[in-house]
């Protein structure tokens, strides 16, 4: 598949049986993070290779499930692990480290 945007209906080559997905995330990489009903754990995210994928037309009798999962997930913020550096980092309040605490002088 040349292009992929959120909310494809998708075919995932898995080496056995195709599996019907819907994409969750495509961020113009190699990897496609795409919904898929897990048969032990029931809808879950899992990262793809975009080669992997394959465009389908017809609404499969999972989506309703992998859609809720959409609509449950937050999208992830690019920049969050590196604190109050950035754009949109951080955590309001917490500008600074806390002070070292004497021990009972």
């Given amino acids: 598949m040349e292009q992929t945007g959120t909310g494809d209906l998708v075919k995932v080559a898995t ?3 195709d599996i019907d997905g819907i994409v969750f995330d495509a961020t113009g990489g190699a990897k ?3 919904a898929v009903i897990d048969r032990e754990r029931g809808p879950v995210m899992r990262t793809f ?3 992997a994928l ?3 037309s017809e609404a499969g009798s999972d989506d309703r ?3 809720l999962l959409i609509r449950r997930t937050p999208h992830s913020v690019r920049g ?3 604190g109050g550096s ?3 980092g951080g955590r309001a309040g ?3 480290a806390s002070m070292h605490r004497t021990t009972g002088k």
């Fill in 15 to 17: 080496g056995g049986p």
């Fill in 32 to 34: 496609v993070v795409v």
């Fill in 49 to 51: 290779d975009l080669k």
């Fill in 54 to 56: 394959s465009e389908r």
């Fill in 65 to 67: 499930a992998l859609e």
């Fill in 80 to 82: 969050a692990a590196r």
């Fill in 86 to 88: 950035g754009t949109g």
């Fill in 94 to 96: 917490h500008k600074r």
